[in-house]
């Protein structure tokens, strides 16, 4: 695995102790193989690791297009057919 472009922030391949966890249980089923947990492991080291990540906040898009695709608005059907009298 070549690391020589890595970032600060790729120093540690875990980054909470829930990963860590989830990255075990995974080694267990058999979906990940036990060189790279333990490799990861090793990089690792002994940190001090926190418990969980805060997820990151997403903004609220507030696009046209989601209010145009609502159904049932009311009024939409009878602008239509006056016009059409």
């Known amino acids: 695995m070549d690391r ?6 790729d120093d540690m ?3 909470s102790q829930a990963q860590r966890r989830k990255f075990a249980e995974l080694l267990v089923k058999g979906k990940i193989s036990n060189e790279t947990y333990e490799e990861w492991n090793r990089e690792t080291a002994n ?8 997820p990151r906040v997403k903004k609220k898009s507030t696009s046209k297009t989601a209010s145009s695709k609502r159904s049932g608005q009311p009024g939409a ?3 239509s057919r006056r016009k059409a009298k």
Request: glycine share 0%; net charge positive; no cysteine.
């Open 13 to 15: 391949p875990f980054k």
């Open 47 to 54: 940190a001090k690791l926190p418990e969980r990540i805060k």
């Open 77 to 79: 059907a009878t602008k």
């Open 4 to 9: 020589q472009f890595a970032s600060a922030s």
